[in-house]
């Protein structure tokens, strides 16, 4: 049986049938009716954080929702990723957040949603009709409160004309992944792009190398307090690791400084000056496709490679949920949003995701046209194991102090015993 973090899950699906953005059945949703059925002058607002193709797939399933609900209009509101964290927030807390908002389910929606803050979809929606994996991140005491539309892989992204160039192979173990490493550093060229001034990506980091040396069990006992916990010698570990990979070159110049929203990781690997990236499947094919489309040439990815003597595997996958798709509890037009909803989680809207931004599908149905993204669906199928993100996963109160230990492990303002010690601290006092 394949397990997941949190939950554990027999296995992703075999893709079947989407969501139709159809109405005749559903029930009426917990907040109210539009009034008198009619659907004039009406607008709803919907924030995300899709560029490229993705945004396009979305415009589109508006203009199918306005075109099927006369006088209704979907204003789209676009934000990077970073800062529409930040808006977002803001914007649950006063009086006119978006009718329906971007999530990534886990920790990070429930805390709206423990704030009454996300309408309760449970009655109107077909779970049927979305992958369980997904489905049950934005799940919490067995209510639905969103749909997931995307699932992400994060693998190690590689330059294939730089490991062919160096005769380099894709490392089956940490020591291999340090011979690149020095193999590359001793030819003048960056081993990892990474712009960590968002914190998120240096995490991805930690992860892995938590996972690989500590197991698929360390992060479920430490975030259950049912074993293990966040100061644990197996993150001590991997906090020292972080610190040697950057002891030995491996990440840019500054790298908490830099930049992920304004692509300055991907420039890295576009010029050649970077060789390796980890990063989400959907944020980088995205974004190479609508950059530089030649790139994707060059460009193939593996899973961060085994720790000798760890008790992780390589077929272990780090993953999530992204897009999901909530409605606000404040919502003036309930039924409508739940409508516009069932469009943007639609099959059709689910294909082309699939089609053009190298979105795996956490929509039923699924058809992969595109060679790239079905071999990224079948990575993660064949994963034994799925840790999924932590920020989204633990309470925004401990994700934060997560996030801020590790990036302070790559500038080495704290040890990695600190690190773990502050985790573990802030898990104490939110999650015992």
Partial sequence: MKKYAVVLICSLAVLAAGCQPSSENAETPEGGSDSGGSSENKELSLWHIETGEAEKVLQEAAQRFEEEHEGVTVELNQYQNDPYKEQIITSMGGDSPPDIFHSWGGGWLKNFVD??????????????????????????????????VGMELTPVWYNTAIFEEYDLEVPETYDDLLGI??????????????????????????????????????????????????????????????????????????????????????????????????????????????????????LDYFLFPEVEGGQGSQNHAIGGVSPAFSISSKTEHPDLALELLKELSSQETAQGLADRSGNISAVQGVEYEDGYIERLNSTLNEANYLQTFYDQTLPPEVAQVHLDTTQGLFGKSITPEEAAQEVEQAAQEVLE
Avoid: C, H
């Fill in 181 to 298: 490493v020095e193999t590359l550093r001793a030819n003048d060229i960056i081993p990892f792009a990474l712009a960590n001034q968002p914190q998120w990506p240096g995490a991805f980091y930690m992860m892995y190398l938590a996972e690989r040396i500590g197991g698929p069990d360390l992060f479920n006992e430490a975030y259950n307090r049912t074993g293990r916990t966040f100061d644990d010698e197996a993150y001590i570990e991997a906090g020292q690791k972080i610190q040697e990979l950057v002891d030995m070159g491996a990440f840019p110049d500054g790298v908490n400084g830099m930049n992920y929203d304004n692509g300055q990781s991907r420039q890295l690997m576009y010029s050649g000056d970077a060789a390796m990236e980890i990063m989400n499947s959907g944020a980088m094919l995205n974004n190479v496709r609508k950059e530089m489309p030649e790139f994707e040439e060059k």
């Fill in 115 to 148: 704030s009454d803050q996300v309408m309760n979809i449970t009655e109107d929606i077909n779970p049927d009709n979305y992958l369980q994996t997904g489905l049950d991140t934005v799940t919490f005491n067995e209510e639905i409160y969103g749909v997931p």
